[in-house]
């Protein structure tokens, strides 16, 4: 992915810098160092400007993740759900904690508020893609579907 | 028995969402051309007199808002709030998913009235999918030439509940970091990028078409006098429906539980309700009358808030549903004031010694003064209302505390 390219598109755009984080992270899953850096430069700011606004927001990460990225729902509507009994479950079957990725790089699996979704908890999101009315055993086959 | 009455949820199931035909041909983009056809200041008294008060939780009259708006200013911005981070929250989904159109002619109809010539909506980062579904519909819009020269754009949020909070909201659309401003300057003076600027919900924009077709009498007709309309709530946890509802604002909170709702599932009974989002007070049975209006709630010592319907059951562990609140505050405090950084942090302590009954009535008392001076020193909404969900249960559900502080002593 040509980052520089990616940055120049959003350069002239007023407040175009989380806009350009977006548009990285959706190639990467992740937002890498040099971005960062590059994005200081491009848009004016310094580095830790930069750098505060990548990491301000949850849905932005500085840290490089998985193909897919698992994030599960603990706010209360969810928690009341069962969100625990579902976190453990994709914990077990995964073999990683929260916050870690597998070691062939193919899930992340992430703590995330609310998603929106809470007519039908509890709810992970895979990629941002809801998955409602989860249960434990439920997971395998949701995970069988990222090949 | 308790009936749904649709404004701003009309179109709902009746039109594509993605067809501006059909929008059209169910009257779309009439009242935005009535409204052009009315003089700007015409536009803001009539929205006054209709009494429409922000959907987003706050109840501030929505025409007086736009009327802080400078006539001399040269640029002014519409921005739309589609952060809708309240947990339990999903009626701005449901509206603009349903019907996208709405809430941009809306928008534009707030741009009439401010003279403004371009518009943001920020949806939460959470909604990808929506975000394609809308700049899909401004792109219908702008090929057709519905919205003039009004351009609408779309910004995509991070997944930072305080920017639900307008001036933090303006800071993201900025590119920094989402932190809230002092105020004053309000946006209606100096908002994004330092121009008059209105922020309303993505409700509040929903009800301007039928308010400009029907007059502000019609509007000021329907419901609780002081806070007139229709609302959405979105209804979740132990109750029977879990979908959004669209209510005149002088049904109970009764009706829309057991009425729409269909009750508490599996011949429960009904503990607790937690109304307006994760920031809401929980109320107990006693006050299941309450009208869902702004005042009617406010009068009853809880809230509004955004909506959201958290229904719980007898089963339920108040407690540990707190421990779980407190965590989510302390998670989003944004860490620019004291008060919400060290305040959030501490409750959060507090309501896990408590929550393993490990607490003393002293620590509960801690957690009781702390939660009084944060609702009166945090510089925004969200370290103002982060106590509320606390305060609320010790007062109304004080057994299930003493239960915990009984496991500490024995």
Redesign the interface.
Same mark, same amino acid.
């Given at each position: 992915m040509d980052i520089g390219a990616v940055l120049a598109k959003y350069r002239d755009k007023?407040?175009?810098?989380?806009?350009a984080?977006?548009a990285i992270q959706k190639e990467l899953n992740y937002i890498p160092r040099e971005a960062v850096l590059e994005a200081a430069r491009v848009?004016g700011v310094s580095e830790a =400007?930069a750098y505060?606004?990548a990491t301000?927001? $949850?849905?932005?990460s500085v840290e490089k993740r998985g193909k897919y990225i698992i994030r599960m729902c603990?706010?209360?509507?969810c928690?009341?759900?069962g969100a625990d009994e579902v976190l453990k479950a994709l914990e077990d079957t995964l073999g990683i904690k929260v916050g870690q990725t597998t070691p062939d790089g193919k899930f992340t699996l992430e703590l995330?508020?609310?998603?929106?979704?809470? =007519?039908?908890?509890p709810v992970i999101?895979i990629n $941002?893609?809801p998955y409602p009315n989860m249960s434990p055993d439920k997971i395998a086959s949701v995970l069988a579907q990222c090949t | 028995m308790a009936q749904e009455y649709r404004i701003v949820l009309a179109n709902a199931g009746k039109i594509d969402p993605a067809s501006l035909d059909d929008y059209l041909n169910a009257g779309g983009y009439k009242s935005l051309e009535k409204a052009r056809a009315m003089a700007p200041k015409e536009v803001i008294e009539l929205v006054r007199n209709s009494k429409l008060r922000g959907r987003g939780g706050a109840g501030f009259n929505a025409g007086m808002k736009w009327g802080f708006v400078p006539e001399s200013a040269p640029v002014t911005y519409v921005v739309c709030n589609l952060d809708?981070?309240?947990?339990?929250?999903?009626k701005d989904?449901t509206i603009v998913e349903n019907d996208p159109h709405l809430l941009l002619e809306g928008m534009a109809i707030c741009a009439h009235a401010i003279r403004s010539k371009q518009g943001y909506i920020y949806c939460?980062?959470?909604?990808?999918?929506v975000v394609e579904h809308l700049n899909r519909a401004i792109a219908q819009a702008k090929q057709r030439g519905v919205l003039g020269d009004f351009d609408i754009e779309v910004?995509?949020?991070?997944?930072?509940?305080v920017c639900g909070e307008e001036t933090a909201l303006i800071e993201?659309?900025?590119?920094?970091?989402?932190e809230p401003r002092f105020k004053p300057p309000f946006p209606g003076v100096a908002g994004l990028?330092g121009k008059p600027t209105v922020v309303n919900n993505v409700e509040t924009f929903a009800n301007l078409p039928a308010i400009i077709k029907n007059g502000a009498e019609w509007f000021a007709s329907i419901g609780s006098p002081s806070y007139p309309g229709t609302k959405v709530f979105?209804?979740?946890?132990?109750v029977v429906n879990?979908?959004?509802f669209e209510v005149p604002t002088n049904t109970t909170i009764r009706e829309l539980i057991f009425d729409l709702g269909g009750g508490i599932p599996n011949g429960k009974r009904f503990k607790a309700v937690?109304i307006g989002g994760?920031s809401g007070a929980f109320i107990p049975e006693h006050l299941l009358d309450t009208p869902l209006d702004f005042d009617s709630m406010r009068n009853a010592g809880v809230t509004l808030g955004t909506g959201?319907v958290?229904v719980?059951d007898e089963t339920?562990d108040i407690v540990d549903?707190v421990t779980?609140?407190a965590?989510?505050f302390e998670?989003?405090s944004?860490g620019k004031c004291n008060p919400c950084r060290e305040g959030t942090f501490r409750s959060y302590e507090l309501m896990k010694k408590i929550n393993a009954g490990q607490a003393t009535p002293d620590d509960v008392q801690k957690l009781t003064t702390l939660s009084k001076v944060m609702t009166k020193a945090c510089l925004c909404g969200l370290g103002q209302a982060a106590p509320t969900p606390i305060l609320t249960t010790l007062e109304h559900f004080r057994d299930d505390y003493q239960r915990r502080l009984l496991a500490a002593i024995s």
């Open positions: 007023p407040g175009g810098l989380i806009e984080y977006h848009f =400007q505060g606004v301000f927001y $949850s849905y932005l603990e706010s209360a509507p928690h009341v759900a995330t508020e609310c998603v929106g979704q809470c =007519q039908e908890t999101t $941002s893609v | 809708e981070g309240e947990p339990g929250t999903y989904r939460r980062g959470e909604y990808p999918y910004r995509m949020g991070g997944g930072a509940y993201s659309i900025e590119g920094h970091r989402g990028w979105t209804l979740t946890g132990d879990r979908r959004a937690q994760t959201a958290f719980m339920r549903v779980r609140i965590k989510f998670h989003e944004c």
